[in-house]
């Protein structure tokens, strides 16, 4: 079956999930962000690939830093931006989800950036634009319940690249509530698929997925070891809101054994990087110290992310 992000010649028309994606396509996304970088930072104003396209926001979960970046980067390239108020839409009132999408389409739109609880719900949409025959219209996954958030993701590989300038010789470690994190399992695959010999997993076995190891990541449950000679250290927010039942006994406890110190820190390598997809809770998962250190590139990624928000956009419409 071929992947449902790509067409009949192998092209990205939809941004669903990193896994199944080829190596030469996440590459191509990266080198078109990093042709953007200057736009990104507001060297250059904009450019004219979007211009007369339609670009709608439909966030049904609250964001701050995804949906602004997207923003941001549609209309760097130009395009019409309408962000979907949800709370005061018609599926407020019981329209089903692929009604709304129905409605817009007849709005002409031409891309549709989703995050949505429902793991699926952005595959969904996909699928139905195929059936009811949109094939212009593209779909990029801006987060789905736990299962993947491809562009975070990318944005993610761009920051390591930009560090540390290949993938071939590092060791990373991904700290932190990863069985909730649909941004782990998109940098999982993305690391993995972008030839990193050596991702790790740290955290208590309460927070970790069973199938990790057929991922090809090292688990460890002790901080300490799962460190040392790191290269990238990428910290995970604790996802209070999706887990079920208590799998930590408190939060001071989790600090102690799992939050990032400047002693912790020590372990790995005396270059590592530290990232962080945001929000942060000090305290909890990274001491402050760590995270406004020399050695964190947090606010990176968010400028980043605006180059790459661009990369995706303008490859899925053509450009």
Do not use: W
């Not at 050596?198 to 460190?227: C, F, S």
């Not at 990032?260 to 945001?278: Q, S, Y």
């Not at 110290?289 to 400028?303: E, N």
């Amino acid at each position: 079956m071929r992947n449902p992000q790509l067409n009949e010649n192998g092209e990205l028309t939809h941004l669903l999930s990193i896994e199944g994606l080829p190596r030469h396509i996440l590459s191509h996304i990266l080198d078109t962000a990093a042709s953007f970088m200057g736009i990104a930072d507001r060297e250059v104003k904009k450019v004219p690939l979007l211009r007369g396209k339609s670009v709608f926001n439909l966030f049904f979960e609250n964001s701050t830093r995804t949906r602004t970046t997207f923003e941001i980067a549609a209309k760097r390239l130009s395009a019409d931006v309408i962000n979907l108020d949800i709370t005061r839409s018609s599926t407020a009132k019981g329209e089903t989800l692929l009604d709304t999408i129905d409605n817009l389409c007849a709005m002409h739109a031409n891309m549709f950036v989703v995050r949505h609880a429902a793991s699926g719900a952005p595959y969904l949409i996909a699928e139905h634009l195929k059936r009811v025959r949109h094939k212009n219209i593209h779909v990029v996954n801006a987060g789905d319940g736990r299962h993947a958030h491809p562009t975070q993701g990318l944005l993610d590989m761009y920051t390591i690249r930009h560090y540390k300038q290949n993938f071939e010789h590092l060791t990373v470690a991904i700290v932190g509530d990863i069985l909730h994190s649909r941004v782990a399992r998109s940098d999982i695959h993305a690391l993995t698929t972008l030839g990193v010999p050596e991702v790790r997993a740290i955290g208590p076995q309460t927070l970790l997925p069973a199938e990790l190891a057929k991922m090809g990541v090292r688990v460890h449950h002790d901080m300490n070891e799962g460190l040392k000679g790191c290269d990238v250290v990428i910290m995970l927010r604790l996802q209070n809101e999706r887990m079920n039942g208590a799998l930590l006994p408190s939060a001071g406890e989790y600090f102690k054994h799992y939050g990032l110190t400047p002693e912790k820190l020590a372990l790995a390598r005396p270059d590592a990087i530290v990232m962080h997809p945001g929000p942060m809770n000090r305290g909890v998962e990274i001491d402050s110290g760590v995270a406004d250190g020399k050695q964190a590139v947090i606010l990176d990624q968010v400028t980043f992310g605006i180059a790459v928000r661009m990369a995706v956009m303008s490859i899925l419409a053509g450009n």
